[in-house]
């Protein structure tokens, strides 16, 4: 009994899925409302650190730090891509001039 | 209850940052609101006692990540509205298919419970001693392939800003 009390007072596992749940949701909406391909970039990176919150949130929840240890090795990938990217964008913006992505349609068909 | 309080404040903070994220017109106004939404992400570690990624996050990504998003914008000087924003329809459908998988996704997740297994504000799992002692001694593998993968990205890094075509 002293423990469900003791459990009623903390932040439910729920808010934090409701919560990574939107800013997921806004991070896809602005992966397709954009054009700007840095745009696009900072979108899947809100996504990536949504996820990473709520890892990182069932982690400490269950109290199992293997969560926290694929945490970590996310943000070390996303590093990396966001490196690669912004490259790839300067590259980008060195040929065409512009970061718009609806001009690179030389491999769509 | 403080904590509740401070879990909706920062919430609500990276929610409307993260809105303002889309909405603002010039992307250099995009990469500070998102800088903000990380602080307020950051917070959310701090309150789940994870120092250890709290730390982590601000350094890499607010220190290192958007430094690299606010180069890209003023060296290559993009800051200047979208020349040619999508139709007023595709933005339409846009925010509706983003809603849809959000009302979807909240009506999976909804009166989802786990039983907790310890206090998440007592637990220690989260502090650099304990996570340290897991990452190099059941992570040391992982832990120094990224380092190659580091090393992969900063060679690919230099080799695509490399001015000359290769």
Redesign the interface.
């Known amino acids: 009994m002293n423990s469900i009390t003791q459990s009623m007072q903390f932040i439910p596992i729920g808010y934090y899925l409701f919560f990574c749940t939107m800013l997921f949701c806004i991070g896809v909406t602005g992966v397709l409302i954009k054009r700007n391909a840095l745009l696009i970039l900072m979108s899947v990176e809100l996504m990536i650190n949504s996820i990473n919150l709520l890892l990182a949130a069932f982690s400490t929840y269950l109290n199992d730090p293997a969560g926290q240890i694929f945490v970590f090795f996310i943000m070390v990938v996303a590093a990396a891509e966001v490196a690669i990217g912004l490259a790839i964008i300067v590259v980008i913006y060195r040929t065409t001039h512009s970061i718009d992505i609806d001009i690179l349609n030389k491999l769509k068909w | 209850?403080f904590?509740?309080y401070i879990?909706f404040f920062l919430?609500i903070l990276?929610?409307y940052s993260?809105?303002m994220?889309?909405m603002s017109k010039k992307?250099i106004h995009?990469?500070l609101y998102?800088t903000l939404?990380?602080f307020a992400?950051a917070g959310?570690?701090v309150?789940?006692?994870?120092q250890?990624?709290a730390v982590?996050?601000v350094i890499?990504?607010a220190g290192?990540?958007m430094v690299?998003?606010l180069f890209?914008?003023m060296l290559?000087n993009?800051n200047k509205e979208?020349?040619?924003?999508?139709p007023l329809w595709?933005?339409t459908v846009?925010?509706i298919?983003?809603?849809t998988?959000?009302i979807v996704?909240?009506g999976i997740?909804?009166?989802?419970?786990?039983a907790?297994?310890?206090?998440?504000?007592l637990?220690q799992?989260?502090l650099v001693k304990?996570?340290g002692r897991?990452?190099y001694k059941?992570?040391l593998l992982?832990f120094e392939l990224?380092s190659i993968?580091?090393l992969?990205?900063?060679v690919?890094?230099v080799l695509?800003?490399k001015k000359e075509q290769i």
């Open positions: 209850m904590t509740k879990f919430s990276a929610l993260a809105l994220v889309l992307p995009s990469v998102l939404t990380f992400i959310h570690y309150l789940l006692n994870a250890f990624l982590v996050h890499v990504y290192a990540i690299l998003f890209t914008v290559l993009l979208e020349v040619s924003p999508k595709i933005k846009v925010i298919a983003g809603g998988l959000m996704l909240i997740f909804r009166g989802y419970d786990i907790i297994k310890t206090d998440p504000f637990t799992i989260g304990n996570l897991v990452l059941d992570y992982p990224s993968l580091f992969t990205a900063m690919g890094a695509l800003g």
